[in-house]
């Protein structure tokens, strides 16, 4: 069964740091794409960031480009999405979602409903003013 967990999220003050994980279990760490999205109230989720492992590609949402770095640990089957410099807009309860193997998710953009098949509970990030 796969299944991902979210950790990391927290209050945070506008300017500091957090750093997201994605623990993945239940497949093969080696062929999977894995996204980071958000969901602030009354908004639809967004595609954040994503990892494809088969070429180690990423991408960003034009908003974080710049302050957030995802990457993967494959001695852990973790992803993490590091977060520096987070705005009053970066508050959101932030999810993980995987395909795997690595099909159509994170091939051409971020959108949530292309090829994520598995998705994680999600963490909440608050960031004050």
């Known amino acids: 069964e796969v299944q991902l967990v979210e950790s990391g999220g927290g209050l945070v003050q506008a300017g500091g740091s957090l750093t997201l994980s994605c623990a993945a279990s239940?497949?093969?760490?080696?062929?999977?794409?894995i996204g980071w999205f958000r969901q602030a109230p009354g908004k639809e989720r967004e595609g954040v960031s994503c990892?494809?492992?088969?070429?180690?590609?990423?991408r960003y949402t034009d908003s974080v480009k710049g302050r957030f770095t995802i990457s993967s640990d494959s001695a852990k089957n973790t992803v993490y999405l590091q977060m520096n410099n987070l705005k009053l807009e970066d508050a959101a309860v932030y999810y993980c979602?995987?395909?795997?193997?690595?099909?159509?998710?994170?091939?051409?953009?971020?959108?949530?409903?292309?090829?994520?098949?598995?998705w994680g509970q999600g963490t909440q990030v608050t960031v004050s003013s």
């Open positions: 979602a995987a395909e795997t193997p690595a099909v159509l998710a994170c091939l051409v953009d971020l959108e949530p409903g292309r090829g994520y098949d598995y």
């Open positions: 239940g497949f093969a760490f080696d062929d999977y794409a």
């Open positions: 990892i494809s492992s088969p070429d180690g590609s990423t």
